[in-house]
C-alpha cells in the first residue's frame, strides 16, 4: 500500500507538470492581442501547484514515523537499544505534530555500541517523557548505522529480550535474576534500609537494599537484595518507598527488585 501510494504521488506530479508545459508550449492564441500567454496562466496553473503539494505529504504520510510502521528498508532490521542523549526539532510538522532528529547512542544486538539518529512524529503531549537518558528500542541496519529507526513492530518480548541481553553483558543483572524476573510471584515491598558499597558499572550503582516484603495473602518477611540502579532511579529505592519486587514461593531469599526502565 505504501508504495502503491507513493507511486500514485509521482505519477500525478509528472503527469500534472508534464501537461502543463505541453500546454504552455504548444498553445497558439487566434486573438490579434498576443494571447499566448494564456497557454502558461489559466486553469491548467492549478495543475503543478496541486502536484507539488500532493507529491511531498504523500511521501511523509506514508513514512515510518506518521503510519506507526517501520520502513521496508527497516522492517527487518537488527533490534538494538538506544539510550537518548539529545534531540532537538527539524522544522517539520505532521497534523500539527513537531518531528524531531533524536541523537542517540545505540548497542546493537551483538554488543556493538555506536553513535545514532533517529526521526520521529512525536505528539505533543508525549514531548515531555522524551529527555536524556531515556531508552528506546530501535531497528538498525549493519553497516548503515548512521541513521535507525525507532522500532514500531510492537513487539514487546522482543524489545524485554534486547535489553536483558544488553543487561547481561553490562553485569548490571544475571541470568538466574531474570528468570527469578520471570517466574517470580509479584509483590509490593517497603525499603527499611539502604547502603551504597560504592561499585559502579555504565551510569549505575551498586545498592545493598534489606526490604519488607508483603505476600499475597498479607503476611510478610524480610529479604535482603543487592542491584545496579541507575543513577536516576536512585530515588526509588530510599528508605520508606515501596518497590514492586519478584520472589520465587519455593526459596524468598530469592528476591529481584522490578524498576521500569524509563521514568
Known amino acids: 500500500m505504501r508504495t502503491a501510494i507513493r507511486a500514485i504521488a509521482a505519477a500525478f506530479f509528472v503527469l500534472a507538470v508534464g501537461y502543463y508545459l505541453w500546454h504552455g508550449l504548444t498553445y497558439r492564441s487566434t486573438d490579434a492581442f498576443g494571447g499566448d500567454v494564456f ?34 528498508r527497516f522492517r527487518d532490521g537488527r533490534l538494538g537499544i538506544g539510550t537518548v542523549e539529545s534531540f532537538r526539532q ?87 535474576a531474570l528468570d527469578v524476573a520471570q517466574r517470580g510471584v509479584a509483590a509490593q515491598a517497603v525499603v527499611q534500609s539502604l547502603s551504597v558499597p560504592g561499585e ?34 536512585i530515588g526509588q529505592v530510599q528508605v520508606g518507598r515501596i518497590v514492586q519486587v519478584r520472589y520465587l514461593a519455593t526459596d524468598e531469599r530469592e528476591v529481584v527488585l522490578a524498576l521500569p526502565v524509563n521514568t
Open 200 to 233: 559502579t558499572r555504565e551510569d549505575s550503582t551498586k545498592v545493598d537494599l534489606h526490604l519488607l516484603i508483603t505476600r499475597p495473602d498479607g503476611s510478610t518477611f524480610t529479604a535482603a537484595v543487592q542491584k545496579f540502579v541507575p543513577q536516576r532511579h
Open 39 to 72: 497557454g502558461w496562466v489559466g486553469w491548467q496553473m492549478a495543475l503543478p501547484i496541486v502536484a507539488v503539494s500532493v507529491l511531498p505529504v504523500a511521501f511523509l504520510l506514508t513514512s515510518s514515523g506518521v503510519t506507526g510502521g517501520n520502513s521496508p
Open 90 to 176: 527539524t522544522g517539520l510538522y505532521i497534523n500539527e505534530q513537531p518531528q524531531l532528529r533524536i541523537e542517540m547512542q545505540v548497542e546493537g544486538d551483538g554488543g556493538e555500541n555506536f553513535h545514532s539518529h533517529a526521526k520521529l512524529v512525536v505528539p505533543l503531549a508525549e514531548l515531555a517523557l522524551l529527555r536524556p537518558g531515556v531508552v528506546l528500542p530501535v531497528r538498525y541496519l549493519p553497516g548503515r548505522t548512521d541513521h535507525v529507526e525507532i522500532d514500531r513492530s510492537g513487539d514487546r518480548s522482543a524489545m524485554q529480550q534486547a535489553m536483558n541481553e544488553t543487561m547481561i553483558r553490562k553485569g548490571l543483572t544475571t541470568r538466574a
